[in-house]
């Protein structure tokens, strides 16, 4: 059986790394990438390398539609076309709705939202040809719940939700599975914003009180990628500790 390509966007670091060496030890030849930071991009790869790993890191701003095409040109050169696509890219925003800039919250749209557009779009040329792909889109609790101070956020991950299930019922019949996970509060450089007082008060609204890990976020994925969930499209699947 060929070895499946998977495209992990933002996966320098946090959920992202830890899906990309998940599916690279699954037998997976993996697409590393990320918008500016190009060591923290090689240093995965190296990381990833010296594990066995068939991988390739590609930096690409995937908020931006010409970049993202520049990003796939590299795939098909190397490896064809993505199987599985992860669209895991994100950044956060926190303050007041009303002390924001147009431009910051257009560049949280963008980044949360449009590339999750850009990459769909542009994976499923390969994955409509071979008639099977599985796209995963790493979204948040937020997206459904609602924050208070994140608002622009909430409303990104709340369009990347609609998006999900508008596209499995959009993309079943070409035998594409297209699904969500809405993360909880997970172990991250996202969260480092938060001192211990405000995690340990976060903490007590987890029902298994404690914060999730990355490698968690990263079975799951490759739970919904492969074979074992063949029948699971449409679904924002919600890992989240039991919030309460």
């Known amino acids: 059986m060929a ?7 933002g996966s320098s670091r946090g959920i992202g790394k830890a899906i990309a060496t998940l599916f690279g030890k699954n037998g997976y030849a993996v697409v590393l990438n990320g918008s500016k930071d190009i060591q923290a991009l090689q240093n995965t790869k190296n990381e990833l390398t010296e594990q066995c790993i068939d991988c390739i890191a590609v930096l690409a701003d995937v908020s931006v ?7 796939f040109y590299e795939i098909e050169k190397k490896y064809g076309g993505v199987d599985i696509l992860i669209n895991n890219a994100g950044i956060a925003h926190i303050g007041l ?22 990459c769909t779009h542009i994976a499923l040329k390969y994955m409509l040809h071979c008639h099977k792909g599985s796209i995963i889109n790493i979204s948040s609790m937020w997206g459904q719940k ?8 909430s409303a990104s991950k709340g369009g ?23 993360c909880g509060i997970i172990d991250t450089d996202m969260n480092q914003c ?11 609204e987890i029902s298994l009180m404690r914060i999730g890990k990355a490698e968690e976020v990263a079975k799951l994925a490759l739970f919904l990628a492969e074979d074992s969930a063949s029948f699971i499209t449409g679904q924002i699947v919600v890992i989240d500790g039991g919030m309460i």
């Open 97 to 118: 709705f009303s002390d924001m800039t147009p431009e910051q919250w257009k560049r949280v749209l963008s980044v949360n939202l449009e590339s999750v557009l850009h």
């Open 194 to 204: 938060f001192d211990e007082q405000e995690k340990q008060m976060m903490i007590e």
């Open 3 to 9: 070895k499946k390509t998977v495209l992990v966007t």
């Open 65 to 71: 539609y010409e970049q993202c095409n520049m990003l």
């Open 160 to 182: 990347v939700d609609a998006f999900t299930k508008a596209m499995a019922k959009e993309l079943g019949p070409s035998g594409i599975r297209v699904n969500a996970i809405s």
């Open 146 to 153: 609602g924050a208070s101070c994140e608002a622009v956020y």
